[in-house]
């Protein structure tokens, strides 16, 4: 990925990559939806994925849905910032797609599992880390519980709940760690980790919009 120091003099900001993980069933989704929708400027990458599609997501929105075999041969050419199986799925985010929307100056975030960003965090140490933890694991269970109703086997769901013991332990590599207890109040945190680190990274568009009037100014 283009080095954040290559913009220094530009008069580009370059956006910042926010890494989102939980474990599955923590409601990652909802809160980073609930996000973007809150925040100017912020978008949420469209990954890539071999599962097909679940009931209401759409090409392109949700993710971009590819073959097994397309993944596969995407991922041969180095088409990915990251990717990994999960739950028997592939999931990837695109470079270019990425190194795009970063060079525009759009802040983006990635929701992805626990390998996905140990690879991005390698290649991009300025990249922001955010853990999401449930309130509890039997909150967590009781979440998956009521998404097996539909759409997963009681094998399926132990494996989750296994999972979830294993990246939690993970959460020491993040640079921030949230409970999603409510919704609202999860949301609330996490605008606040984007807002500090916009102001502590030049004021995020908004402060390099005003630095550029400074600079086009020629009363001096």
Not at 15 to 31: I, Q
Not at 139 to 151: F, I, K, P, Q, Y
Not at 171 to 200: P, S
């Amino acid at each position: 990925m283009t080095p954040p120091e290559a913009h220094v003099g530009t008069g580009q900001r370059r956006g910042t990559l926010f890494v989102v993980s939980a474990p599955s069933g923590t409601g990652k989704t909802t809160v980073v939806k609930a996000l973007i929708a809150r925040v100017a400027g912020l978008e949420m990458s469209c990954s890539y994925t071999s599962r097909p599609p679940r009931p209401g997501e759409r090409d392109g929105v949700d993710y971009h849905f590819v073959s097994r075999d397309r993944f596969e041969a995407m991922r041969e050419t180095d088409e990915f910032l990251e990717s990994a199986e999960v739950f028997g799925a592939l999931y990837g985010t695109s470079a270019h797609e990425t190194e795009q929307r970063l060079d525009e100056g759009l802040d983006l975030v990635l929701e992805i599992d626990v390998q996905g960003a140990g690879q991005v965090r390698a290649l991009d140490r300025t990249a922001v880390r955010v853990f999401v933890l449930p309130p509890s694991p039997a909150v967590l269970e009781e979440r998956l519980r009521s998404r097996s109703a539909t759409d997963l086997t009681e094998a399926q769901l132990r494996q989750r709940l296994g999972v979830a013991r294993r990246e939690v332990e993970m959460m020491g590599d993040y640079d921030y760690v949230l409970i999603n207890d409510t919704v609202d109040d999860c949301v609330n945190r996490l605008q606040c980790i984007v807002v500090a680190e916009r102001a502590r990274r030049g004021g995020g568009a908004a402060g390099e919009a005003i630095a550029q009037a400074f600079r086009d100014r020629t009363d001096e």
